[in-house]
Structures are given as C-alpha cells and as structure tokens.
C-alpha cells in the first residue's frame, strides 16, 4: 500500500501561486509515477499533470501547460506541483495519485490522496 498526504491548498486571487506537496509512504517511492488530478463542483475529475518514476519527464492537461510545474523530490517521497498564474476555473479539490506503468501513459494509478481544496477568487 501506499498513502498520500497532500497539502498547500488554500484561498488565492487570481494571478497569484501556490504550491501543493504530497508526500508518499508505504512503498519505494522512486519507482512510483506520480499525478496530480482535481475536480471541480459538478465536474468530473480531470487530469492536470504528471512524472514518471524512471526519467521524471513530465506530462500536462494542455489547460494547465505553461502555467503549473510538477516535480518530485525522492529523498524526500514527496511530489509538488506549482501553480502559476492561477484563474478561477483552477478553482478545484486537487488530488495526489500514484502508480507503475511503463509510461506515463500506461500509468494505473492505483493510490490516491484525499484531496486539498484550493479557491482562486476573481
């Protein structure tokens, strides 16, 4: 098993930054790829960004390209992701997901975080 705690969340006007971390437990997090994903009120969860465990490349939601950076630290087992530039349709609970893949794209993530809120006010 794995358990993810996310943290950062919190109330920011738009343009402004945040930077949530999830930290990992359970199982060798460097061999772990690692996503973030968020929902918004009545919307489906969505993707937003991801980082393979074997070369870090990382992959993006084409709405938050540009704008947020996901990175790991596996010293630490943590994963961060830096928001940029945020608007309101950021406006979502953010999750923490992990799982193995050959890719990014072949990823199961299988654990997932409880969330964190976070509110980009106009």
């Known amino acids: 098993q794995v358990q993810l705690v996310e943290s950062g969340g919190g109330l920011m006007q738009a343009g402004g930054s945040l930077r949530l971390s999830c930290a990992a437990s359970?199982?060798?997090?460097?061999?772990?790829?690692l996503g973030w994903f968020r929902q918004a009120p009545g919307k489906e969860r969505e993707f937003a960004a991801a980082?393979?465990?074997?070369?870090?490349?990382?992959n993006y939601a084409d709405s938050v390209k540009g704008r947020f950076t996901i990175s790991r630290d596996n010293a630490k087992n943590t994963v961060y992701l830096q928001m940029n530039s945020l608007k309101p349709e950021d406006t979502a609970v953010y999750y923490c997901?992990?799982?193995?893949?050959?890719?990014?794209?072949?990823?199961?993530?299988?654990?997932w975080g409880q969330g964190t809120q976070v509110t980009v006010s106009s």
């Open positions: 997901a992990a799982g193995y893949g050959a890719s990014l794209l072949r990823t199961v993530y299988t654990y």
């Open positions: 359970g199982r060798p997090f460097s061999r772990l790829s």
């Open positions: 980082i393979s465990w074997s070369d870090s490349s990382t």
